[in-house]
């Protein structure tokens, strides 16, 4: 049976990506305010290098493993990669439980990346096989709206959760939950999107890159500019990981104030992208990235002079909504310029840079804190995703709208 390109036309398939997006995000956000509180609190970590190790474990492995996720989507299939990515979740929440010395949750970490990189990877570019270019903006808007969502959900309950009963063991039993049913819906019920592939494939006009790896990393201007953005980003983002529970703890928030208000910028960049995804297919993709860099920049800059919860909160929701804007155009962006039989290929390639930007970010953030203070190491964060926004401007072309 021949297949159809469009949102509407595979609704069930494309539902159920967004459930199981959904629990990808939520592996994410059982540690996103928590294991910075372990560092300290149990393992005694004092150097904000040696806590942010889990951060740069975690965004090593899953750039890796985005990029050749990219690869092999194709040859492998897009449906068996999800599976084992599922595979590598299930230990996670037991390590994080159990785990005795702080090489064990560096290596959860790992194996998270690993879940993140086959299983985030594979839910993104399936939707975008499902609906075809007119709809893709929305498509990617919808995945990160539940990825990322669910990241500020869980960041919330498992700071919840740790102010009644404890750091552990109890926010992680969510993690057991979300591994399981995700393993679940992706084998039983999930099926690969080959065929839309090859519909689009035949569609396409755009010309093939030659070294695809090259090309979006260097040489493309439009492409290499768009993947330098997505790498600032992520680095910025792992300096808010890592360094805004450490800072609202310094500021004697609780630990469920710190869990509230590090929810915030996920929350907001999650629900924001129902909208900024479909303006990404209507509007100057260019643009977009611009300015969202440039409103990152300041919320990050500005979170030194903050005091009160009021302040965080304004800040969290100016990043949060900076972030939607860039997030799902990155990916619109990058499909513009390749094939649809390359696009698994060069997003990998982008998602290699982007998320090693969690790790360039976890150390850069860690030796300037270590050195100088949290405050200058904010502002240095805050004056690269200045000059990221800039390099948009004179670097990226305007693409045509879909």
């Not at 094939?339 to 969690?358: C, K, M, N, V």
Request: with cysteine.
């Amino acid at each position: 049976m021949e297949k159809k390109l469009g949102l509407k036309e595979n609704w069930q398939q494309f539902t159920l990506l967004v459930v199981i997006n959904a629990f990808v995000g939520g592996m994410i956000g059982l540690e996103r305010n928590i294991l910075p509180q372990l560092a300290e609190l149990e393992f005694g970590l004092a150097s904000k290098t040696a806590i942010f190790s889990f951060i740069i474990a975690f965004g090593i492995t899953k750039a890796l493993c985005n990029y050749f996720t990219g690869k092999l989507a194709n040859s492998i299939g897009r449906k068996r990669l999800m599976i084992i990515g599922w595979l590598f979740a299930i230990p996670i929440p037991f390590i994080l439980i159990f785990a005795d010395h702080w090489n064990w949750i560096i290596f959860a970490n790992i194996l998270l990346g690993l879940n993140q990189g086959f299983t985030w990877s594979m839910a993104v570019i399936m939707k975008i096989d499902l609906v075809g270019s007119k709809n893709r903006g929305l498509a990617v808007g919808i995945n990160e709206f539940a990825g990322y969502l669910s990241v500020g959900i869980v960041a919330f309950l498992t700071g919840y959760i740790a102010n009644s009963y404890g750091i552990r063991p109890y926010p992680f039993y969510l993690g057991i939950l979300f591994s399981f049913a995700g393993l679940i819906l992706s084998i039983l019920f999930l099926k690969d999107t080959k065929g839309h592939i090859d519909k689009e494939s035949a569609q396409s006009n755009i010309p093939l890159l030659g070294n695809i790896f090259i090309q979006t990393s260097f040489k493309h201007k439009s492409l290499s500019g768009i993947t330098q953005a997505g790498l600032v980003n992520n680095l910025n983002d792992g300096m808010t990981w890592g360094l805004l529970p450490l800072l609202l703890l310094s500021k004697n928030f609780s630990a469920s104030q710190i869990g509230l208000l590090t929810a915030i910028y996920p929350t907001v960049w999650g629900l924001s992208q129902l909208y900024t995804g479909k303006l990404s297919d209507i509007y100057s993709k260019k643009m977009l990235l611009f300015w969202g860099m440039l409103l990152q920049a300041i919320g990050i800059s500005l979170l030194v002079l903050a005091t009160a919860a009021f302040h965080f909160i304004l800040l969290g929701v100016a990043l949060g909504f900076g972030t939607a804007l860039v997030y799902p155009t990155f990916i619109n962006a990058i499909s513009d310029y390749t094939h649809p039989i390359q696009r698994a290929e060069s997003l990998g390639t982008f998602r290699l840079w982007r998320d090693l930007g969690y790790a360039v970010g976890a150390i850069l953030t860690g030796i300037i804190a270590d050195s100088f203070g949290i405050d200058t190491s904010i502002i240095a964060i805050g004056m690269i995703t200045m000059l990221s926004a800039i390099i948009i401007l004179f670097r990226v072309q305007d693409v045509k709208i879909a």
